[in-house]
């Protein structure tokens, strides 16, 4: 099956937490079930509603416990999180577990467990850990292109699965995941003009409750991870103060799980999003860029900054043009 750039998309079960939402909020409750605390769970579909299953408080410390409890050693001192409690507890990506060894080796402290993904990792190497791997200082190629995971290993009940790319993607501002990855890319590259056109972009996509943009359109429930995406794209390019909105809005999320709707977390959590949440509230990679003095400009008022600074530099050329003469 195809994806847009994520999991999170187009996964059967993100279909069924999707119609267990639409049960909860309609409040249709079927025979025999109880949907008290969202209990609903699915059995052989991997889909649970559980809070048990989330975070209940956003911090460092629980999302390294979190992903710990993930952590599965597979012998010969390799080990992978994986990737999720209910939905894929026997699932090993080596995409998210790049940056589930980025976080617990320089967010959680835990070098130990980190050595072992990294051991992971080089035992099924790939050249595309998703565009995610921006964030990492490891490059992209533009257009962006939907993706496939594909098995490439098992071991014991754990299969190992790649992201591999497949047909170009043309109408990637409608997802604000890419728009946010495209913000980094730009950022990353000195290409500071065209990084604000994206960040506009991304912002037109927020309701005020979460990115509704194609995706959401889809599932009808929002996903974390990409309010993380959009604290790094507005962090990494400067602008610290839109960024705080969105932190705001994240940190809400009770309790914290890979979809939501409204403030409430559905479904359960995934290393893809703790990692970019831990990425995003509690990490400032190497690569990212220094903060500018962008802080306390908005993105509407650069345009206005833009224009003082050229007609100040005209008047100094006219007078130097003057002088000489």
Not at 289 to 300: F, G, K, N, R
């Amino acid at each position: 099956m195809e994806e847009i750039g994520v999991r999170g998309l187009m996964r059967f079960y993100d279909l069924v937490t999707l119609l267990t939402a639409v049960v909860i909020v309609s409040g249709v409750v079927a025979p025999g079930v109880n949907y008290s605390a969202y209990g609903l769970i699915v059995r052989g579909l991997g889909v649970a509603t559980n809070m048990e299953y989330g975070l209940e408080v956003v911090s460092r410390d629980s999302i390294c416990s979190f992903l710990l409890s993930q952590y599965t050693d597979l012998g010969g001192g390799a080990g992978c999180c994986r990737e999720s409690p209910v939905a894929e507890p026997y699932v090993c990506y080596t995409s998210t577990n790049l940056l589930a060894e980025y976080v617990l080796r320089y967010v959680c402290g835990r070098p130990d467990v980190a050595d072992r993904i990294r051991a992971f990792l080089e035992e099924y190497p790939t050249d595309f850990y998703d565009y995610y791997q921006v964030l990492l200082g490891k490059p992209i190629e533009l257009p962006f292109m939907a993706v496939e995971h594909v098995e490439v290993g098992r071991v014991g009940n754990i299969s190992v699965r790649h992201v591999v790319r497949s047909n170009p993607i043309y109408d990637y501002d409608y997802y604000a995941n890419l728009l946010a990855v495209k913000v980094v890319y730009h950022s990353l590259r000195g290409e500071l003009s065209e990084a604000r056109l994206e960040l506009v972009r991304l912002s037109k996509l927020y309701d005020g409750m979460g990115f509704a943009d194609r995706s959401h359109m889809f599932l009808g429930v929002y996903e974390t991870y990409k309010l993380a995406l959009a604290v790094i794209a507005h962090r990494i390019s400067g602008y610290l103060t839109e960024a705080e909105e969105y932190v705001s809005k994240l940190t809400s999320i009770k309790p914290l799980t890979t979809l939501y709707h409204s403030n409430t977390g559905i479904g359960d959590l995934n290393v893809e999003t703790a990692t970019l949440v831990a990425i995003a509230l509690y990490s400032t990679p190497p690569q990212y860029l220094a903060p500018t003095s962008a802080e306390h400009v908005t993105i509407d008022a650069i345009p206005l900054l833009t224009l003082v600074v050229a007609v100040y530099l005209i008047v100094l050329l006219h007078r130097k043009l003057r002088r000489r003469h």
